[in-house]
């Protein structure tokens, strides 16, 4: 990501996710969920991978209804599954999370962290 760029919560990007059993990795996209505030202050990002697995729904994952507006190719989940990471390691940002889906993803993570 160029040093002008920033990434912001609800932004939908291009990360290279480590596996993890740190055994491999794979570019994936994913959700920023960390706060302009958070990043003014930090080099990194909290984000949730996404996945275009739809039929599997763990505790924390929301099916995005809208996947098209986002920038992603095909129907996709966002999971519950976190990472932190350097926000250099974001290839691209491919779109945004609209509102009304970005409010589900936010259930999912009072949910998942008992908030």
């Not at 990360?15 to 570019?27: H, I, L, N």
């Not at 302009?36 to 990002?45: P, V």
Request: net charge positive.
């Amino acid at each position: 990501m160029p040093p002008t760029t920033t990434c912001r919560r609800g932004d939908v990007v291009l990360v290279r996710f480590v596996f993890a059993d740190e055994k491999g990795a794979k570019r994936r996209p994913a959700l920023i969920l960390s706060s302009g505030r958070y990043h003014s202050g930090r080099r990194e990002a909290i984000l949730a991978a996404i996945t275009s697995n739809v039929r599997r729904r763990l505790i924390g994952d929301h099916r995005i209804e809208r996947w098209r507006q986002a920038g992603l190719p095909a129907p996709s989940t966002v999971t519950g599954i976190l990472r932190t990471i350097k926000q250099d390691m974001i290839v691209r940002t491919l779109g945004a999370l609209p509102e009304p889906d970005m409010q589900h993803v936010d259930d999912a993570l009072r949910d998942v962290l008992d908030l």
